[in-house]
């Protein structure tokens, strides 16, 4: 199964170092690889109390074909920037571990 998709994401992680000073400060972020996908606007809240705090805040969802480079990839620090807009990765999953197709839960942060 391919998912395909209209619009093309470019996988960034934030780069952090040190100033002359020792105080940590943000770098040019780094980029990884480009996925081809589908962005979907998330609206609403979960009527499920139990909801994952991260998926709740969630703006918007990115479906992409399985990519095992992407799915590997930790969380944190890692941006999608789509037709030139920024988008703060909260988690990537695989739905049930069937490795056809990912989806990336995102909060827009431009």
Do not use: F
Request: charged letters at 20%; proline letters at 4%; glycine letters at 10%.
């Amino acid at each position: 199964m391919a998912v395909g998709g209209n619009a093309t994401a470019i996988v960034t992680r934030a780069v952090k170092s040190k100033n002359k000073d020792g105080i940590a400060v943000a770098g040019k972020p780094e980029k990884l690889m480009e996925l081809a996908g589908w962005l979907d606007y998330q609206a609403g809240q979960s009527g499920h109390l139990a909801y994952q705090a991260k998926l709740q805040d969630a703006t918007h969802l990115w479906l992409c074909d399985y990519d095992e480079a992407y799915a590997a990839l930790p969380e944190g620090g890692l941006s999608l920037v789509i037709d030139g807009k920024p988008y703060e990765v909260l988690l990537i999953e695989d739905p049930m571990g069937m490795h056809e197709h990912l989806e990336t839960y995102l909060r827009y942060v431009g």
